[in-house]
Each structure stands twice: as C-alpha cells, then as structure tokens.
C-alpha cells in the first residue's frame, strides 16, 4: 500500500481534481468529512490530510511514501526528499516586498529587519547575498509589517499581487517561482518503485496532455 | 523552575531493560558475523582532538561536532565518526601491519543535528573497514558482509542500492566545471529534481551530450538492465569505467547468490569529497530512511599520511531495532526462572544450588525480603517467576506457581538438600 499526504485546503482539491483526471482512484477522498485518513476501494491507496508544512515531515520519515505539497513548504522545511515532479498548479512567487521609496532608505540600516513566514527562505535568501538581517517570525498578515513600522520588508508569497497593492507595498525583488511538487520519500521511491512509477506515470500523462489541449 | 537533575538533553535516550536486551543482542550477531569474516574489532577514544577530524576529505561540518577544550590546550570533539580514527590508526599505529587491514568496531558516533531522523544526536552504529584493498574484490567483500548481517538479523525483506560518485565525477570533469556549479547540479540531482536540474543546465555552455546524460542521471536507476541502458550513453573513459566497476561488483555478488538483493542508483551522489567509487545503502519497506551505508573511500588514508585504498560501511543499531520491532521480530526480555529463598542456617547449601542452576543457563534471583513484601511466593507472582526453590535445614522444596489461577499448583520435596 502506497501512502499519500495531501496538503489541506486548495492544493488537496487541485491535487485530487490532477488524481481524477489520471484516473487513480480516490475512494471517498472528496467528502467533505472530518476524516484524516481515506482509502481507496482496492486498499493499494491511503491518502492523508495534513497541514502543509506537515507533509515534507510525513514523507521524510516515509510515514508518507508521496507528498504532494508546494514548492515554499519544500524550501522552508529543507527536507531532504525526492522532489519528482512539477505538477503546475498552485503558482505564485516568493518576493521580497516593501515600499518602493523606502528600498534605499532600508539598506542603510545595518540590519535589515525582515517579517515573513518562511524564516528559512528569508534567511538563505538574504545570506547568499552577504546581507545580515533580522528575522521577524509572523504567522499570518506579514503585509502588517512594514505598514505598522514592525519590519522593513516582507518575504512572502504572491499570487496576484492584489494584497500587496491595496497595502500600497511593492514586490522588490523575486525569489523564486512557486508551485505544486509531487515529492517522494527516498527510500520508498526504491523498495515500492513499481507502485509508485506507475502512478507517476499516470500523472506525468495528465500532465503533458494538458500542455498539449 | 524546571528540574533538570530528572531529564536527559534531547538527542539521546536511555535504554531500557527490554531495548537494551534486543540491543545487545543484535550487537552480539554482528559482531559474530564481523570476526567470521576475518574482521578484528577496535576501539577508539570517544574524544579526540578536533583535527581528526577536518580538512581534507572529511565530509563532517564543524557545526556538527560537540566541541570542548583540553586543559590549557586544544579543542576536542567527542567522536563525529568512526572510519576516520580507523584510517588514522591504519595510518599510524598499524602502519607496519600486513596488508590487507579488516578492522570491525560497535559504537557511538555524536553529532550536532537539527534535521536528522528523530534528532538522535548519539548514534549507536557498527562497522567495519576493509584497508589495502583495491578493486570490485573489496566491494562485493563489504556488500556481501552487509547482506550476510541483515540476514542473520532476521529481516524479512532488505535491499541494497548501489551507485558510484565516479560515474558523476567523471561527468562533471568533462563539462569542465567548478566546484560551486558541480554542488548545485549534485544537490538537484541528488534530490532528483529534474526541473530545476533542466532550468539550471540551460545557464551552462558545455556539450549538450553531456547535459543529456546529467539530466537524465535522477532516471538512471532500477535493477542490473539500467547498467546496460547507462552504458549504452556514450561516455568518458572515467564514466565508462564506474559503470565497469559497477558490473564487476554485481558479477561477484551473483557468483555469491545474493545478487536478489541489489539495485542500483547512479543518481545516488551524496558526500562526494569522502567517497570516491562505489557507495550503497540499505533499505526496507519498514523504514523511510537507510539502515546501513558505505562505499570505497580511497583518499582517507592519505590524509593521515599513508596512501591506501579503503572500503567499509555502517549499520545504524537503532534503525535495525526500529525495523525488526516493526516486523514483529523483537523479544521481551527473558523472565526469572528460579526465585530461592535460603534459611540463613543453610546459606551455603543455598548459594552451591543456586549456581548450580545458573550453570545449566537459569537466571536465578535470591529472594531479599523487604518491608513491601515478606512473602516470596507473593513477590514470585507479581513478578512473574513459575519456579520458588526454598531451601531449608529439612530439604529444599520447590513450588510451581501457576499465575493463571495464582495459586500453588504443586509442591514437592526434594530430598537432599539436608545432605549436600
């Protein structure tokens, strides 16, 4: 049996929308129940629901064989798993963001104060750069930040930008691209390598026909 | 206030009796296995000076070590790993000693680790190294031992992943590349992130043969035919030869009829400043992670000034017991068999029988009344021990106790005792 942790919320319905169209079976993944743990009518499949952040943790320790999970989660908890695939949904970058006439005001300071929710991302970020800062760990509302005076910038993700501009902040610079990835464990990927390629190849299929619709 | 004087520093944990047991006896196994293949085990300081080991070849960071200094002198770390006070003794100590070196060891490395598995920071590991040994001869002699331990330890199902750096190496000798842009596309590759591999391999100008094959390496595993497939690229001499090696390796295992247990994974490309040919890693379908690792490590030696070829792995001890609890393969530690209760009159009568029984292999518990408990026969049932010898001036007289009905099946005399 081939365990799959799924990150709750948006990415678990795009995820079991990519499953579907694969044709691998979800058993009664898509009730909307207070269950953590499905399975699939032959028993060959068990997904779980957990928190995003919690899906590197399953698959490292192989108590999930499969994560499907976004590539910021994968960057922030620095897990060492197989990432295998690029699944394309869930896009949106990582920046760095701020008030644009404050951006040469900020590096006068000596250290740059940094809120964000990833203090992993922004840390590597900043100290590949030789750049010291301070981290501010925030859980939610990063935009605050700069607004209140908290911090001078923010690491986060954008999707639309929206956010940013009805704060009157700015993307100042950007990380990286972020999106869904399908990640395996590293040893499952070997002793359960028959299940588990066939289901990738499943959804590599999806995957290039969707490109080529 | 916390009271620290109750708790232990996260880490590290107690072995209790049960673990312990099964500890102990899978240690004993491998060690039997170690000395039956030619193996002499060693024993080296847990601390030693911080030079050991850096520089050079080692792939351990300073951030990883626990660090302390020696009175008004250097810095001292406690064991990070076992190979390389191995290579340093082969290098020194032993430097006379006839070729080839086996040398086996069973204990504890101590490393600084914020990620790893369930954050033991002292790590029960046995091993062995095999010094002096050129060749794929070596290589099957380290994988075969390993495939003979986990037998003998009763695994169910295990399977040995084999690679080789070389192979990587080679690639990145012929792109001619640095040693930052080899470690990024190590990391991709090592992650099998064919993505981000892909997007990286655009930046770079070298031959778009090359580029094929390294972006093709996360692929490059399976059993015996992904060889054939890899040899099929057209390669560099140096690839080409880790792809021999690799062959001769299998054939030598196959000969061995063990060649069931293996795969392979040239995409397998961690500690690459250590290793330099083949590497493999235990695996089970029980546990996420390897339950042993090794590989030929030829240029160790020579950091300790003697240039020797050396091959060797490690076995994880906590990760086998973890395993062989998950496949049900763990025992209880064995139970009393005798409690005896001794009149003080006849006490040496009473300590010869005792011994008597734990020559034959019984474990044996002298009966110590205490305030909690006076009556033996009481103490034998809470404790679960079926057999109660007392001995007494008139005889000895043993009791089966029956804990189901909790009450004396049976009471016979045993003539005797007044004799002896």
């Known amino acids: ?213 | 206030m916390k009271n620290w004087k109750i708790h232990i520093p996260p880490g590290v944990q107690d072995y209790l009796p049960d673990e312990c047991y099964n500890k102990r006896k899978i240690e004993e196994k491998i060690r039997r296995i170690f000395y039956l293949n030619g193996y002499d085990e060693i024993e080296t300081p847990i601390f030693e000076y911080f030079d050991v080991f850096t520089g050079g070849k080692s792939s351990i960071e300073q951030e990883q070590m626990y660090k302390f200094f020696e009175i008004g002198g250097r810095i001292l770390v406690l064991r990070p790993d076992n190979t390389m006070p191995i290579a340093r003794i082969a290098a020194t100590k032993m430097k006379n000693a006839s070729l080839p070196l086996r040398l086996s060891y069973i204990s504890s490395i101590y490393r600084y680790e914020e990620m790893q598995y369930g954050k033991q920071r002292e790590v029960a590991q046995a091993g062995m190294e095999l010094l002096g040994v050129e060749g794929p001869e070596g290589d099957a002699e380290v994988i075969s031992t390993a495939v003979q331990i986990l037998l003998e330890l009763g695994l169910k199902e295990f399977q040995i992943d084999i690679g080789q750096v070389d192979f990587f190496k080679g690639l990145i000798e012929e792109a001619g590349l640095d040693e930052e842009q080899s470690e990024e596309i190590r990391s991709l590759i090592d992650h099998k992130n064919m993505l981000g591999l892909e997007v990286l391999l655009r930046k770079f100008s070298f031959s778009s043969k090359v580029k094929e094959i390294l972006l093709n390496l996360p692929k490059l595993y399976g059993n015996a035919d992904m060889l054939k497939k890899a040899r099929n690229l057209s390669l560099s001499p140096r690839c080409r030869n880790a792809i021999d090696n690799l062959e001769e390796v299998y054939g030598i295992i196959q000969d061995y009829g063990l060649g069931n247990y293996i795969t392979f994974d040239l995409g397998m490309v961690q500690s690459l400043k250590y290793y330099t040919g083949m590497i493999f890693r235990g695996m089970t379908r029980e546990l996420g992670y390897p339950i042993c690792a090794g590989g030929r490590y030829d240029g160790l030696a020579s950091d300790f000034g003697y240039d020797l070829p050396a091959t060797g792995f490690a076995l994880g001890i906590k990760r086998i017991l973890m395993v062989l609890e998950r496949q049900r393969a763990l025992e209880k530690i064995p139970g009393i068999d005798y409690l005896v209760v001794v009149d003080q009159n006849v006490r040496s009568i009473g300590y010869s029988r005792m011994q008597a029984l734990r020559k034959a292999g019984n474990r044996v518990e002298y009966f110590i009344p205490s305030k909690e408990c006076q009556d033996p026969l009481a103490y034998a049932r809470k404790k679960g021990i079926r057999r109660v010898l007392i001995v007494q001036a008139r005889g000895t007289t043993e009791v089966v106790i029956d804990s189901l009905l909790d009450r004396v099946m049976d009471a016979k005399m045993n003539e005797g005792g007044e004799t002896q």
């Open chain 1, 1 to 213: 049996m081939i365990t799959i942790a799924l990150a709750k919320g948006r990415l678990a319905d795009e995820s079991i929308g990519l499953l579907k169209k694969a044709n691998i079976d979800c058993g009664d993944l898509e009730d909307p129940s207070r269950k953590l743990i499905f399975q699939n009518r032959d028993q060959s499949l068990r997904f779980i629901l957990v928190k995003p952040s919690d899906v590197p943790t399953y698959v490292e320790y192989g108590a999930a064989d499969i994560g499907i999970v976004g590539k910021d989660t994968l960057l922030e908890e620095g897990r060492s798993l197989y990432e295998m695939i690029d699944l394309g949904f869930g896009k949106c970058r990582m920046v760095v963001a701020g008030f644009p006439e404050k951006k040469n005001a900020w590096i006068t300071y000596a250290n740059t104060r940094v809120a964000t929710k990833y203090p992993n991302i922004a840390r590597n970020y900043f100290s590949q750069r030789g750049e010291s800062i301070e981290i501010i760990k925030l859980n939610g509302s990063v935009e605050l930040g700069p607004i209140i005076g908290l911090s001078d910038v923010i690491v986060d993700i954008v999707e639309s930008g929206r956010t940013l501009k009805e704060n009157g902040l700015e993307v100042l610079e950007e990380i990286c691209k972020i999106s869904a990835r399908l990640v395996v464990n590293r040893i499952s990927l070997k002793t359960k390598s028959s299940e588990i390629n066939r289901l990738i190849e499943c959804i590599q299929k999806v995957l290039e026909d969707g490109i080529n619709d």
